[in-house]
């Protein structure tokens, strides 16, 4: 399943250091989270994601405080891109099956 979507940089502060993510869009999340598969640690779903010229394999999280699958978007992916906080970024995803 492929998906493209845009959402907006956010930060999550845990202890030792800041995590910065981006919300997939609710309906679109919904839309995975029906998807039959077997989930891994945290309810996490395998994908391929790609900002801008970035591209890279990690998994997308259920957050439920955001009602929504969270993409982490590691440093090097962040500085590549010129990537900040509030700011809106068009994502692509190829979601893994099964």
């Not at 609710?26 to 995975?32: E, F, K, R, T, Y």
Request: aromatic fraction near 10%; glycine fraction near 10%; proline fraction near 4%.
């Amino acid at each position: 399943m492929r998906v493209e979507f845009e959402g907006t940089v956010f930060r999550w502060e845990a202890r030792v250091e800041d995590w910065f993510f981006v919300a997939l869009p609710g309906d679109l999340s919904a839309q995975i989270g029906e998807i039959p598969r077997m989930r891994r640690d945290f309810g996490a779903v395998r994908v391929q994601a790609r900002i801008g010229g970035s591209s890279w394999t990690t998994s997308i999280f259920p957050d439920s405080a955001a009602g929504a699958y969270i993409l982490p978007l590691k440093r090097a992916v962040r500085d590549a891109e010129g990537l900040a906080l509030d700011r809106t970024v068009s994502v692509r995803l190829e979601i893994a099956d099964g």
